[in-house]
């Protein structure tokens, strides 16, 4: 019943390369975030955005960057990734306070 | 410091049982408090969102219980199957638009045959 999608699920990559973790929502929901989850552990906000052209950070440092030029779409790049940067990264989106809906994930392996 | 911790952080039962889970949460302002399960690689999946004047709430097998006054939550499960062995894990909002989760490190759950 996901109306959020994230593309791809699983990614090996080599250290140095550019990636771009993909996030779609069908709901037109407004606010959309990106979380970042090592096993085991709880996840942390990186980025969030309140709509088109609003981007902020959250309270996890992080060297990724993000864009909202469209409310549906809300990408997450890594300009070099590295071994550092294996986690998984969940992407969310709400319309108000309750609706909180996740995606699959991506899974990033940086060898 | 807004904390959430959840109590035990694995639980082995068999197929049938009942269970009990925990949260423990030190988080101001208090918007709401939800339970998620998390199956492994995947999302998180809502299953129980209450307020502050909510004390339970249902859904199905899963049902929540909240103590605003002692910032205390429980997750209890009827009847154990074999899916619902995941990751289950507390999350309080403190409201505002930044939406503010804070979020415990999970319970991983495993129910056996």
């Known amino acids: 019943e996901a109306d959020i999608y994230q593309t791809p699920r699983y990614l090996v990559i080599g250290t140095g390369k550019k990636i771009t973790l993909e996030c779609s929502q069908t709901m037109g929901h407004d606010k959309m975030y990106w979380y970042q989850q090592d096993p085991g552990m709880e996840l942390h906000l990186i980025h969030y955005s309140y709509g088109v052209n609003s981007t902020e950070k959250g309270d996890l440092s992080s060297e990724s960057t993000v864009s909202r030029i469209r409310t549906e779409h809300f990408p997450l790049t890594l300009e070099s990734a590295r071994p550092s940067h294996t986690s998984q990264y969940l992407c969310?989106?709400?319309?108000?306070?309750?609706?909180?809906?996740f995606g699959s994930g991506t899974r990033l392996t940086v060898v | 410091k807004n904390q959430v911790e959840q109590s035990p952080q694995s639980l082995i039962i068999l197929e049938g049982k009942n269970c009990t889970l925990q949260?423990?949460?030190?988080?101001?302002?208090?918007?709401?408090l939800r339970w998620y399960k998390q199956d492994t690689g995947r999302g998180p999946v809502s299953l129980t969102i209450m307020t502050f004047s909510e004390n339970t709430k249902s859904n199905g097998r899963y049902t929540a219980t909240l103590d605003a006054d002692t910032k205390q939550s429980s997750l209890h499960i009827t009847a154990s199957q074999l899916s619902d062995s995941a990751s289950y894990i507390c999350v309080v909002s403190s409201g505002g638009s930044q939406g503010n989760l804070i979020f415990g490190k999970g319970t991983k759950l495993s129910v056996k045959p």
């Open positions: 969310a989106s709400r319309m108000h306070d309750y609706g909180y809906t």
């Open positions: 949260c423990n949460y030190t988080v101001s302002p208090f918007s709401n």
